[in-house]
């Protein structure tokens, strides 16, 4: 069965800082899916970046962007200049092709202080 | 655009008691899904529509039923809720396959 872990239950870091989060996943497929979300206060979930296994480019979204290890199954988000509304709850979630069930790890608790 | 549309935001029941919540999306997509979140870990599917007209049980389904009315909306039931039911759920869908989900904004459900 496939498992996704989040090592840091909560970081914080400074205002235009930049800041990386830790996930790590087990699994035996080779083709898969890799998501980052974000879930602020307000409690609704967002995507923030979404990785394509079998794609070695790792993918960006403006501030946000992944360093996918596939050999180290590792999955890790850096968010630059950081900013206070980057504040969130953020998980890191599994996959497989053709399938339709997300993987979750339990979160960070990320804290933008000003 | 409204998005995935859940009611209510919040509910108290007593154990045993029956309820329904609904969910409804405005994206013209293919696939629905409720997940469960319980404080420290991740989120659990419990059921989901791939299609309108076929519904699959997820990770959880014990004590929980669906019915995916038409292919805008997807309801949850919980028969004789249960403490243990005491979650905050999340309804989302997605055009298909492997493609993002877009979630709702919860209901938060407490079974006393």
């Known amino acids: 069965a496939q498992t996704v872990t989040q090592s840091q239950p909560e970081m914080s870091v400074q205002e235009a800082e930049t800041v990386t989060l830790s996930c790590t996943y087990d699994?035996?497929?080779?083709?898969?899916?890799l998501f980052w979300y974000k879930q602020p206060p307000s409690r609704q979930m967002i995507l923030v970046i979404r990785?394509?296994?079998?794609k070695q480019q790792n993918a960006t979204e403006n501030r946000f962007s992944v360093n996918f290890q596939k050999a180290a199954k590792s999955f890790s988000l850096k968010i630059s200049d950081s900013q206070l509304g980057d504040t969130a709850m953020y998980f890191c979630a599994f996959m497989k092709l053709f399938n339709y069930q997300l993987i979750w790890g339990a979160g960070t608790k990320l804290i933008i202080k000003p | 655009n409204a998005g995935v549309t859940q009611t209510p935001k919040f509910q108290v029941l007593k154990t045993g008691q029956s309820m329904t919540l609904q969910c409804a999306q405005d994206m013209n997509h293919n696939s629905m899904y409720w997940y469960r979140q319980d404080p420290g870990m991740g989120l659990r599917l419990i059921y989901y529509?791939?299609?309108?007209?076929?519904?699959d049980k997820g990770e959880v389904p014990n004590g929980y039923n669906v019915s995916r009315l038409n292919k805008r909306e997807f309801s949850l039931r919980l028969e004789s809720a249960a403490p243990s039911q005491t979650s905050v759920y999340f309804c989302?869908?997605?055009?298909?396959?492997?493609?993002?989900?877009?979630f709702g904004s919860g209901t938060q459900l407490s079974v006393l």
């Open positions: 989302a869908s997605s055009e298909g396959l492997n493609e993002k989900l877009f």
């Open positions: 990785q394509e296994a079998y």
């Open positions: 699994t035996s497929e080779n083709n898969y899916y």
């Open positions: 529509s791939a299609s309108e007209g076929t519904t």
